[in-house]
């Protein structure tokens, strides 16, 4: 399968093998024949921070299957309230009402962290659907594992401690990116956790404390995962592991 692809002054750059260069884990499962059917519908584009893949109440134009880079789900009251529910790294896709025949969600999808993707048209991915069962049955399964993630964000906000829940979406950062260090700003911390600034330096500085984490000016980074899931405890693990169950592949990054 051929895509054009930009090389680092711009310009596109034909390539014959795109199962080969793909990174993102739902399109890496697609049987070859599946996969040529999106042959010259998938564009690859940069993902720049505060992007806005998904606006609230508006016609969803795209979805964005991610291969580097993280995007984030936020829920919006009436009165502007705001909160993360969910992230999208290179495990799955942005746009998923395209798939349930929704046009559109009042929930908003930014770009946190910059990366890349590959973007098709909502009427190309449904057109392609019809044709495709394993592909539907697929994206249809990466919606289960999100209703999942975001069940598990609401018990964690009602249940964890600040925190337990702060090591939580360190963890599911580190799961969707390379290396050991996450961009994290106090700023989207906040955010992700619904809560005050102060109360995110509090929780910062006792991972800190115990030599888990490390927090500079806008990077948090990870010394040591295994303490780290310890700290977590059952606040993560169950949407990572129905990931691994219904899709075959792990959320994070070799």
Not at 126 to 132: C, F, N, P, Q
Request: proline content about 5%.
């Amino acid at each position: 399968m051929s895509c054009s692809r930009p090389d680092p002054k711009g310009a596109l750059v034909t390539t014959h093998s795109m199962a080969s260069l793909i990174r993102n884990r739902l399109l890496q499962q697609l049987p070859p024949e599946d996969l040529r059917l999106l042959e010259g519908l998938l564009q690859p584009v940069a993902l720049n921070v505060n992007d806005v893949l998904v606006h609230p109440n508006k016609p969803i134009e795209y979805a964005y299957f991610v291969e580097q880079g993280l995007c984030s789900v936020i829920a919006i009251s009436p009165k502007d309230q705001r909160i993360e529910v969910a992230d999208v790294g290179r495990e799955g896709f942005s746009g998923t009402p395209i798939v349930l025949d929704v046009d559109s969600s009042p929930h908003l999808t930014f770009v946190q962290i910059a990366g890349s993707a590959l973007r098709i048209a909502r009427e190309d991915l449904r057109a392609v659907l019809a044709k495709s069962p394993a592909l539907r049955t697929l994206l249809l399964r990466y919606v289960h594992t999100l209703i999942v993630l975001v069940g598990h964000t609401a018990l964690s906000n009602g249940r964890a401690k600040i925190e337990t829940r702060l090591a939580r979406w360190i963890l599911m950062c580190h799961d969707r990116l390379d290396g050991d260090e996450v961009p994290l700003t106090h700023q989207f911390l906040a955010l992700m956790l619904g809560v005050r600034r102060s109360g995110v330096t509090t929780a910062l500085h006792i991972l800190e404390g115990e030599h888990i984490i490390r927090a500079t000016r806008g990077r948090v980074t990870v010394l040591d995962r295994a303490r780290l899931e310890e700290f977590a405890g059952d606040a993560y693990g169950v949407p990572e592991a129905e990931f691994v169950r219904v899709i075959g592949a792990s959320i994070r990054n070799a």
